[in-house]
Every structure is written in structure tokens, then in C-alpha cells.
């Protein structure tokens, strides 16, 4: 599949990773998508697919890239249909919509074939929250083409807000089949003006305001407040993971890395379905809210140890061998 240049958001706070190439590629529908490339400057020890959340355009990675780079992995970043500067699915770009998961396995599922051929394996899936979700629900499809995961807070149980589930999902269905899917769930949020204390999605506020600067100097890249759309596809995405004999046939090591203090998503379901994969295994972090990759250098460090644990089963590191060492 034929791919055309894209463009990236730099800003002084938050370059763009040496190399980094934007393209378009084309989802499975024709729909057009984004995705971009990083390759280390010596022979890659495989790849990382890394796949955002709810809302997340891929320039809020950077720092991630550049981790992963400094450990000798080359890194495939990609928009979800919906967010950054793939397509919308609506007219009105802030409203975060989506219509079901299929779509969204389709897309990734090209988005792998469209890159695959300059993408050096063992491939390592990388994600968070959506992402994590999305990429359970790749893998319990029978995607075989990864030799690990790794998920960063995965929303495999959704925080209803004080709704109750049976509730919740029985008003989300019927909504989105009576006119209403684009709708909004609660009242429309402008996210240029979202506050560090408000969100309570990080300790850091260095890099929450990174964050924030991205998104002011192209709010093309932003998105708002979820519809009913997105919350029938959230809530059944998670029911059909419970329910699914799928996660049972996961053949890959996947470590679900939670936050102890989340408040998007349920830590109990992300420890339940990690018990169900045969190679599965939970981590916490300590005193972390829901955005562990750009959470306080500390928290960060127990995601990135847990990293490592899992991909160094994978693509082993080099060994440092002492030119002073003799036989």
C-alpha cells in the first residue's frame, strides 16, 4: 500500500525526533490516516508499534520515541481514526466519536501491512488506555505478526463517571440507535484551556503543559469530549474482552502496567484479563493517575523497568564486551 508524506507538530518545548517521517496511509475502508516512522542511528533490535489513547494525537509521544530510540528500538506511531490528524468522524473535529471497534481493527491491521515491510522485527506492541484496549482486542482477533505487549494503563474496564455499569451501558446502546450517537456524553470541553489541576491526569506539570502547548499551536491536532458513540463502543469493547474465549489464546508475553491512582479506567479488569493470558502479568504503579507515560520521572521509571523485563525476553541487548578483558 502506497503511502504520501504527512507532516508533524514541533514546537521548542517538544521537537520532532531526529528522522521522524509523517505519512498518510490509507485504513482499510480508504479512509486516510496518519502515521510516522523513527529509526535509531544503528541496526534496530526490532520495532515498537506504539498506539495512543482517547484524544491523543502521536506528537504527544515524543518523549516516548526518544526513549525507545536511545534503546535501540525503531518506533511506528500512528493517529487512531477519530484523533490527531487522521480522519474525523464527524463534521465538528472536537467531538471524539467513533463508531464501534471493527473499524478500528481493520485500521490497524493496515496500518501493519502498510508498514511492515521497512518495520524490522521482533515486532513489541506499545499502548495506552484506548490503545491498550484496542491492541487486546488486536491480539485476541489472532493477530500474530507481535512477540510481545506492553500496556500502559489499558482501558479494559471503563470508570462510568458515578453511572452505574448497568445503568451505563443499556443508556449508551440505546442512544447511539436513536439519532443521538454524536452527542455528547457531558458538556462540551474546550481542551486548549484544560488546567493541570483540573484533569488530574499526571503529577508532572511540566509535562502536562508541554502537552498543552502542542495542542495551541495547531489545534487541528485536539480533540473534546467523548460522544455516546464513543461510549457504546468503549463499553462494548470491554464487555466483549470479558466475555471473548480470545484473551485465553494471547500466545505472547503482555504486561499491563496500571496506575494506582487511576480514575479513567478500572484497575480490577486490567488484573483480570492479565490473569487470563497465559503469558499475562500485572504491574502497579505507585501514586500514579492515569497518564503513566507522561507522569514524574519515578512512576515513569516503573513502566519503563517493565519495558525493559518484557522486551529484553524479545530482542536481547547487545552484550557490552570490555576490550581490556582477555581470554
Known amino acids: 500500500m502506497a503511502t504520501e508524506p504527512a507532516r508533524l507538530v514541533s514546537i521548542p518545548e517538544a521537537p520532532v525526533p531526529d528522522h521522524g517521517a509523517p505519512e498518510w496511509f490509507r485504513g482499510a475502508d480508504g479512509a486516510t490516516l496518519r502515521a510516522a516512522?523513527?529509526?535509531?542511528?544503528?541496526?534496530?533490535?526490532?520495532?515498537?508499534?506504539?498506539?495512543?489513547?482517547?484524544?491523543?494525537?502521536?506528537?504527544?509521544?515524543?518523549?516516548?520515541?526518544?526513549?525507545?530510540?536511545a534503546r535501540g528500538f525503531a518506533v511506528l506511531l500512528h493517529d487512531w481514526r477519530g484523533q490527531g490528524l487522521s480522519v474525523r468522524e464527524l463534521p465538528d473535529r472536537l467531538?471524539?466519536?467513533?463508531?464501534?471497534?471493527?473499524?478500528?481493527?481493520?485500521?490497524?491491521?493496515?496500518?501493519?501491512?502498510?508498514?511492515?515491510?521497512?518495520?524490522?522485527?521482533?515486532?513489541?506492541?506499545v499502548?495506552?488506555?484506548?490503545?491498550?484496549?484496542?491492541?487486546?482486542?488486536?491480539?485476541?482477533h489472532g493477530e500474530t505478526r507481535f512477540a510481545a505487549a506492553v500496556l500502559s494503563a489499558p482501558m479494559l474496564g471503563l470508570n462510568t463517571a458515578g453511572v452505574p455499569p448497568w445503568l451505563a451501558k443499556p443508556l449508551a446502546w440505546t442512544l447511539s440507535r436513536v439519532g443521538l450517537a454524536g452527542e455528547y456524553v457531558q458538556t462540551p470541553y474546550d481542551p486548549l484551556v484544560q488546567t493541570f489541576q483540573g484533569d488530574g491526569l499526571t503529577h508532572d506539570e511540566v509535562r502536562y503543559d508541554r502537552y498543552q502547548a502542542q495542542l495551541r499551536a495547531d489545534p487541528a491536532i485536539a480533540l473534546g469530549g467523548m460522544t455516546w458513540g464513543w461510549a457504546d463502543f468503549a463499553i462494548s469493547a470491554c464487555d466483549w474482552l470479558?466475555?471473548?474465549?480470545?484473551?485465553?489464546?494471547?500466545?505472547?508475553?503482555?504486561?499491563?502496567?496500571?496506575?494506582?491512582?487511576?480514575?479513567?479506567?478500572l484497575?480490577?479488569?486490567?488484573?483480570?484479563?492479565?490473569?487470563?493470558?497465559?503469558?499475562?502479568?500485572?504491574?502497579?504503579v505507585p501514586g500514579a493517575f492515569h497518564e503513566i507515560l507522561i507522569e514524574t520521572d519515578a512512576r515513569r521509571a516503573v513502566f519503563w523497568k517493565a519495558f525493559d523485563e518484557t522486551a529484553d525476553q524479545i530482542a536481547p541487548r547487545e552484550p557490552l564486551i570490555s576490550p581490556n578483558v582477555s581470554d
Open 37 to 69: 516512522t523513527f529509526f535509531p542511528k544503528a541496526a534496530a533490535r526490532g520495532s515498537v508499534v506504539l498506539s495512543p489513547g482517547r484524544s491523543e494525537p502521536l506528537e504527544k509521544y515524543f518523549e516516548v520515541v526518544e526513549d525507545l530510540l
Open 127 to 140: 499502548s495506552h488506555s484506548m490503545g491498550g484496549c484496542l491492541t487486546t482486542l488486536v491480539l485476541a
Open 95 to 125: 467531538r471524539g466519536h467513533a463508531r464501534g471497534f471493527k473499524t478500528f481493527l481493520s485500521d490497524h491491521d493496515a496500518l501493519l501491512t502498510a508498514f511492515e515491510p521497512r518495520m524490522p522485527k521482533p515486532w513489541i506492541a
Open 242 to 265: 470479558r466475555a471473548s474465549k480470545g484473551v485465553e489464546k494471547i500466545a505472547i508475553p503482555v504486561t499491563i502496567v496500571g496506575a494506582e491512582l487511576d480514575n479513567r479506567v
Open 267 to 284: 484497575n480490577a479488569d486490567a488484573r483480570a484479563i492479565a490473569s487470563r493470558i497465559p503469558q499475562g502479568r500485572y504491574v502497579e
